[in-house]
């Protein structure tokens, strides 16, 4: 019951933060309350069972983009909120007709027919493998198996990434 | 309801819609927004509310997609890193982070 509630308490802060996110001026305070949305995801992750992604989520998510957006606002002197920086609001038209869009066809998948929350199922296939094998070797084990070619795909990209990183943000001497 | 929905209980329903609601949230940001840097951001936002998703629909059908949120975070964070050094790129030319300015590809 209270994990219920404090799952309750992570969904409602990450939905605010991401709100309050959204909507500030100041680019400083919208990395904040993202970090904040962020700790709140990895709440919510904790209490779904999955706690390696709860941990790379605050380690790598909220501990290292983070402050490498703080970084980028600070060396470019962006820390102020002098400019407007709504677009037309043909944006917003579009952004809402998503949003209803995509709320309107989770509700449709709810409500369409009329059967119980089942609360039996949860976590069934979840749970077994993390008692077997514990929270990280349940991961590791496919990710080193079946998506090691992926893995090492992923490897390349972020080689490829910190490559054409250093070459966008060189200072041109010329 | 689909059978997978069925299969999930409330507290992973509520997931759900936290994640469609961030999504949503992250979509508004990226169209209605001019600050590039609030703009990827609001990317990181969506990013999340997948990796949510993910995480939920794991529960059901195994911790595979748990695997896919590892990816997932190892392309934002490349993703990241090489949108901030465009950021600072476009940044040394114009003076400005204002994405309604960034109107030619080559300069």
């Known amino acids: 019951m209270i994990t219920d509630f404090l799952f309750y308490l992570f969904a409602g802060g990450a939905t605010l933060g991401g709100l309050l996110m959204v909507t500030r001026r100041n680019p400083v305070s919208a990395v904040m309350f993202l970090i904040a949305t962020l700790f709140c995801a990895s709440g919510m992750f904790v209490l779904l069972g999955a706690h390696y992604v709860a941990a790379i989520n605050v380690i790598l998510y909220a501990g290292a983009i983070m402050v490498l957006f703080l970084f980028v606002i600070m060396l470019l002197n962006l820390g102020h909120a002098d400019w407007r920086d709504l677009r037309t609001p043909f944006g917003g038209l579009v952004g809402g007709a998503v949003a209803v869009a995509f709320l309107g066809l989770l509700a449709r998948d709810l409500i369409g027919d009329v059967a119980p929350l089942a609360g039996s199922g949860r976590g069934a296939v979840m749970s077994v493998t993390a008692v077997e094998q514990g929270p990280i070797e349940a991961i590791a084990r496919p990710l080193f198996q079946e998506y090691v070619v992926v893995l090492e795909a992923t490897g390349l990209l972020l080689l490829v990434a910190i490559v054409g990183t250093i070459f966008l943000a060189r200072r041109r001497s010329a | ?107």
């Open chain 2, 1 to 107: 309801m689909s059978p997978t929905l069925a299969a999930l209980g409330t507290t992973d329903l509520i997931a759900l819609l936290t994640s469609a609601t961030l999504f949503s949230i992250g979509i508004m940001g990226v169209l209605l927004r001019r600050n590039a840097i609030i703009v990827f951001m609001c990317v990181e936002l969506m990013l999340t509310a997948v990796n949510i998703t993910l995480v939920t629909f794991s529960r059901v059908h195994g911790v595979e997609g748990q695997v896919l949120v590892f990816f997932v975070m190892a392309v934002a964070a490349a993703e990241a890193a090489v949108g901030l050094a465009i950021i600072i790129a476009i940044f040394r030319h114009y003076q400005v982070v204002d994405l309604d300015r960034f109107r030619v590809l080559r300069w």
